[in-house]
């Protein structure tokens, strides 16, 4: 009940918005533009709006230009071929190799493949409207998506940093336990459990990859587009943390009996560290506890972990460090630290996720307020 209580607070907002613009969309083509039964428009907006919120632009366009390829092929398919199952075979397939070509994705070739039957089977005037109602659909999806309702990019990254952090988290809490249990007690290595962390890894890519479009395309966010790259610079320090943890993961449980008991107690304060770090991977204050407290546990490891394989306390010092580089810490400082056990780690301030409001922009231009 739980699961499904933030399931559905975490996507209530984006499914009101989909209504909405479904709404609008059959309204617009059927009093507008006078179609009879404008079936395709609110569908185009829902396909579009369907995706997480940083590539819903991106999709609304897919989706016009995935139908106008359809069309186009299947009228051509039509017009030589008939309508027999001879034609639609060819049009699917020529619509398919269209659309590899225009840019590969899914939706875009299924648009594409479902113009092609639309416009065989129904004949030229069906082609038509489902190209206009296509265009209907996206344009109000990309009204929603980039004017009334655009993204936040810094709210995007925030969310995939949290998941790729408790994710990280997880996965070296899991390992603890197996490198706390006895030989007999051990049925097996936790790697299924694992395999989530490159599902969030490559989900963090993509948000990336999504927010970037956001602040290039939206236009509230295309002057203000420093602090976000700022933040996507540090999701990069991300991927190297998850590497680092899987390294370590992998270090860790190859170790005897013994060595396994000794390491436990970091890998299991690591583990906190990101747990912390996940609840709120913006807070200034947040940040620096985690750097102290993942100094701390390198500093003061016991002195029998120092005789453990080189490899493995490697492992912890790379965890450690990319740790300190995400919090905000340089490169070369953050290296120092945990190879010299330094105390006083300075760190940058985080990018401000609050949206600037007519007032704070006025100030930010004039300057800071005399005293």
């Known amino acids: 009940m739980h699961a499904m209580w933030l399931r559905l607070k975490e996507n ?25 039964l404008p079936l395709f428009a609110p569908i185009a907006t829902l396909v579009a709006l369907n995706t997480p919120v940083g590539g819903r632009g991106t999709n609304a366009v897919r989706v016009v230009s995935g139908v106008i390829a359809g069309v186009i092929v299947g009228q051509l398919a039509y017009h030589f071929l008939g309508h027999g199952a001879a034609s639609v075979g060819v049009a699917v397939l020529v619509a398919l190799f269209v659309a590899l070509l225009v840019d590969g994705q899914r939706i875009t070739m299924a648009q594409a493949a479902v113009g092609a039957v639309i416009s065989v089977a129904a004949g030229q005037q069906a082609g038509i409207d489902r190209v206009q109602d296509a265009l209907f659909g996206a344009g109000v999806a990309l009204v929603f998506s ?22 990280l ?18 049925i097996a290595r936790p790697w299924e459990e694992l395999r989530p962390v490159y599902t969030l890894l490559n989900d963090l890519g993509r948000t990336r ?23 996507i610079a540090a999701t990069r320090y991300l991927d190297l943390l998850g590497n680092s943890c899987l390294t370590l993961i992998r270090g860790a449980t190859a170790l005897d009996t013994g060595h396994r008991q000794k390491i436990a107690p970091t890998v299991r304060g690591l583990a906190g560290v990101l747990g912390a770090l996940a609840a709120a ?24 972990q120092r005789t453990l394989p080189i490899a493995v306390w490697e492992s912890v010092r790379q965890v450690a460090g990319d ?3 995400f919090a905000g810490a340089d490169v070369d400082r953050a290296d120092l630290a945990v190879h010299e056990g330094s105390t006083d780690l300075p760190l940058g301030t985080p990018p401000d996720l609050r949206w600037p409001s007519p007032r704070r922009r006025r100030r930010g231009r004039q300057g800071p307020s005399s005293q």
């Open 281 to 304: 991977p913006g807070s200034q204050a947040v940040r620096r506890h985690a750097a102290r407290r993942v100094l701390d546990i390198v500093r003061d490891a016991p002195d029998e």
């Open 323 to 325: 740790v300190l580089v």
């Open 12 to 36: 209530l907002w984006p499914v009101l918005q989909q209504a909405a613009a479904a709404m609008l969309s059959w309204w617009i083509a059927r009093t507008v533009f006078d179609h009879h």
């Open 169 to 186: 988290s997880r996965a070296l809490e899991l390992t603890a336990r197996t490198l706390d249990e006895s030989a007999d007690e051990r």
């Open 146 to 167: 980039q004017l009334l309702f655009p993204p936040h990019p810094l709210a995007l990254l925030r969310r995939a940093e949290t998941a790729t952090l408790h994710g």
């Open 209 to 231: 990859d999504d927010t970037i479009a956001v602040v290039r395309r939206t236009p509230h966010w295309r002057r203000r587009q420093e602090p976000v790259h700022e933040e």
